[in-house]
Every structure is written in C-alpha cells, then in structure tokens.
C-alpha cells in the first residue's frame, strides 16, 4: 500500500545542460549492490564512448575494493568517487546533471533486495533520470513498461549495451528522461498517502 515515494519539487534540467556521458551510481557501495558491474562494463563502454564516465555518489566498507578493481581494470581516470554527500539538496543536484543512473544488483537467491522497493530508484527518476537495472527488485517491470529504464541481466557486456544504447541516441535518452520524471509524480508522497489512507478509511 506504501511504497518509497519521491520528492516532487527537484527543479528539472534542460536537456542541453545536463553531463551528456555521465552515468551515476547512488548508495551504500556493498557488494550486493553490484557496483562492481558497472566498473566491470566500462572497457566495453570506452571501446564506443570514449568520454564516458561514472559518478559513485556514497560510501562504504567495499569501496577500498572497488578503486582496487578500478586500478586492475584500468578505468579509474573513468570513475569519480564523491563520497557520501551531507546535503540532500546537493545530492539531487549532482543527480539530476548525469544523463542517467545505473542500479545493477547482484542477481543471488539469497538477495534480500528481491523483496524491497529500491530508494535508489525512486532518487533517480525524481531526479528524472532513467534507471539501467538488473532483474531483481521487481520494480524493473514498472521501468520497463513505462519505457523510463532498461533492465538487464547481471552481466558487464548487457550492461554496456543498455548503457551505450541509451547514451548514443539523443532522442531516445530525452523521452526516456521525461518518462522518469512522469512516473515519479505518481510516486510523489502527497500521492502515495492519499491512496493508503483511502483504503485504511
């Protein structure tokens, strides 16, 4: 009856304003998180963008492991880490500049994110971005029906894929950006309590 709403009054920018080829990851770096997949696709991303670069926005004990995997993989000149932001405000504007967000968690049986409604997600379509995200919290159905997101498998080669398809039609990312911002009105939290309180009533 009430799932994680959005805030509704992040100010939208323009399309031609927005960091063309950046792609951000927001949250606690865990390793069920999966943001090790998004460093694993970008040698496959660079071979079509070059300019390609990930936003890790949040901090946590895997983060030593992930510059680690960085260095090894030889992107790390592709990667900025911000940390944990203190601001809210601040980190809806560093989100909303990207061109879209990624949520590539781990697909494991034993995965409680099977079961939750991602905050994640909600952060980045209120941001109006679209969402790139593995088949397993079940609201990648949602994304995918209402064509603000792409869902993948747990796979640095499809997540490239989805990444570059996205990034390398203009057209494409724009209406994708405005179907974001339309379905999180629909997760605003004025909404959201309206409709259980009407069905509790």
Not at 128 to 134: A, F, K
């Amino acid at each position: 009856i009430v799932p994680v709403g959005t805030e509704a009054n992040i100010p939208e920018i323009p399309f031609g304003k927005i960091k063309p080829y950046h792609v951000v990851h927001m949250g606690h770096l865990m390793i069920k998180h999966g943001v090790q997949l998004a460093i694993e696709s970008i040698p496959h991303i660079i071979k079509v963008i070059p300019q390609f670069h990930l936003d890790i926005i949040g901090g946590g004990e895997y983060e030593e492991a992930l510059r680690k995997l960085a260095q090894e993989l030889g992107v790390s000149n592709y990667i900025t880490f911000y940390g944990f932001i203190q601001s809210h405000r601040e980190l809806e504007r560093m989100l909303s500049v990207c061109a879209l967000g990624v949520a590539p968690y781990m697909d494991t049986e034993d995965s409680y994110i099977r079961n939750t409604d991602p905050g994640k997600v909600k952060a980045y379509l209120a941001a109006g971005l679209p969402v790139i995200i593995t088949k397993v919290p079940l609201i990648w159905k949602e994304l995918t029906k209402y064509r603000c997101g792409v869902a993948v498998s747990y796979n640095a080669r499809d997540l490239a894929r989805a990444i570059i398809w996205l990034l390398l039609e203009n057209q494409r990312l724009r209406q994708y950006r405005k179907n974001a911002k339309k379905l999180a009105k629909d997760y605003n939290w004025d909404k959201i309590f309206d409709k259980a309180l009407r069905k509790t009533l």
